[in-house]
């Protein structure tokens, strides 16, 4: 059992490939969810001008499984958003994968969604009561309804067009984490909550033509998107931003509601975003180096070399071997032609999970004295497969690092990690966990040394993972 990926979200306006640009971005952020992967464009040839319809296809599996050629060449526009789920809420159903599409009165609607609304379940009570009808299990469909009532002609809007002065009165409504990509008839919107929980990027692409267009306005969960279709990063898009562009360019306005602090998600930086992603304003692939330098500093081990976990442990890793002195060898080969052993439905997979993925080198680790590098520790089994597979190989001792504090809470924004109660550091001693994983000596990076790591002095990061400590209201959710 493992912090599973959250969402990744996608979005593009001006671009002549936008469906095959939105198929590239989130075939780039794979890695943020495995369960579902949908695609809307916006079409406007073929139809009157003031009727222009979404194009929509989604399924359930892996962006390379849900997409054929076929399947794209139907995805007409030069508009579009995407989206790759993990469910956080909600069941792993056809009916919630995204982008979520309905008709208001103000024409066809597309939303995706990245974060987790945790007063989700009292809206949809209050939503039901009030006739809505619902298709899924998810709390981005909480967002649609209120969409469209607030969407209601009787209703005042002041400002701009109708669906900005929408999303901001439903934003009123709204407790926990919200990145959004939407896509109306005529303007591409992106949303993200006052705490910046989960991340949301700018950026723009030159279009095929060159200097004889303006560029398409691109948002993303992470940069790593931009760099696949050639686009460039231009900015991240504020906690409590609401940005949109239309045939009359790009604007930006704030949200109605307001925080003192920001609590951007530092797991991020410890293992969700790619490694080569900007997160937050930082490389992520520094920040994890850091890590491993701090992790050094404060928990250093007498041995002969440094190996890190494949794949999430190599830049801690390297930090630590750059710090400490010692080498640093691949002492552990992965298969990457396996899937990630938690999105394995057989139990008879997930015994061997460790072995099909994972391979120690004996002629690097025989007789050896080995600093084990990983990012983070949830549960401990698969840390003590690890170690035995060390051992097997032939090292004299096993000193476990972790490059991030011991995880002592589930995190309600976004990210669907295992209950406290199936957290190893919530109910045991360190020195409980040594024993139970096998390891010489074990020691976890401080939450200072983690904050030193990630920059921490100028930014509000959550780390509630870490210290239970939550910067909302979690209007009841059980925390056991």
């Not at 945790?118 to 209050?126: I, M, P, Q, T, Y």
């Not at 330098?293 to 750059?322: C, N, Q, T, W, Y």
Request: glycine content about 8%.
């Amino acid at each position: 059992m493992a912090f599973h990926d959250e969402c990744a979200v996608f979005g593009i306006w001006g671009d002549n490939e936008a469906g095959r640009m939105t198929y590239l971005g989130l075939y780039s952020q794979q890695h943020r969810g495995q369960e579902s992967s949908g695609i809307v464009t916006l079409k406007t040839s073929g139809f009157t001008e003031d009727r222009p319809t979404h194009m929509v296809h989604k399924g359930l599996g892996l962006v390379g499984e849900v997409f054929s050629e076929e399947d794209l060449q139907r995805l007409e526009g030069t508009a579009a958003i995407g989206h790759n789920r993990y469910s956080t809420t909600g069941e792993n159903l056809i009916a919630n994968a995204q982008p979520l599409t309905a008709n208001l009165r103000s024409g066809p609607i597309a939303v995706a969604h990245n974060g987790n609304i945790v007063n989700s379940a009292s809206l949809r009570e209050s939503l039901i009561a009030k006739g809505a009808i619902f298709q899924g299990t998810n709390d981005t469909e909480v967002i649609l309804h209120l969409l469209s009532q607030s969407s209601n002609p009787k209703r005042p809007h002041e400002g701009t067009t109708d669906l900005i002065a929408s999303l901001k009165e439903t934003s009123r409504e709204l407790e926990g984490a919200y990145s959004l990509v939407v896509l109306s008839h005529n303007c591409l919107v992106a949303m993200r909550d006052p705490y910046g929980f989960r991340p949301l990027v700018l950026g723009r692409r030159r279009n095929v033509d060159g200097a004889k267009s303006n560029p398409a306005t691109v948002i993303a969960s992470e940069t790593c998107a931009f760099d696949l279709i050639g686009a460039e990063y231009v900015r991240e898009i504020e906690p409590g931003e609401i940005f949109w562009v239309d045939e009359s360019g790009e604007h930006s306005d704030r949200l109605p509601k307001s925080v003192a602090k920001t609590a951007h998600c530092v797991f991020e930086h410890v293992y969700f975003a790619r490694p080569d992603s900007l997160m937050f304003g930082r490389s992520v692939y520094e920040s994890r180096k850091a890590m491993g330098r701090e992790l050094a500093k404060e928990s250093p081990a007498d041995a002969d070399l440094v190996i890190p976990v494949p794949d999430s442990g190599v830049p801690a890793a390297l930090g630590f071997s750059s710090e400490s002195g010692l080498p640093f060898e691949l002492g552990i080969i992965r298969n990457h032609y396996i899937g990630r052993t938690f999105i394995q439905p057989s139990q008879s997979i997930r015994s061997f999970g460790v072995k099909i993925k994972l391979n120690a080198q004996a002629h690097i680790l025989a007789g050896k004295r080995v600093v084990v590098v990983d990012d983070s520790l949830v549960r401990g089994t698969t840390s003590k497969k690890i170690i035995q597979l060390i051992r097997h190989a032939g090292a004299r001792e096993v000193h476990f690092r972790l490059a991030s504090p011991p995880s002592i809470g589930s995190c309600f924004y976004g990210v669907d990690t295992p209950k406290r109660a199936q957290l190893i550091a919530a109910t045991k001693s360190i020195e409980e966990i040594r024993q139970y994983i096998g390891a010489d000596s074990l020691a976890y990076l401080s939450h200072d040394g983690l904050m030193r790591a990630v920059r921490a002095d100028n930014q509000g990061f959550c780390a509630a993972c870490f210290t239970g400590k939550y910067p909302t209201d979690l209007f009841g959710l059980d925390q056991q």
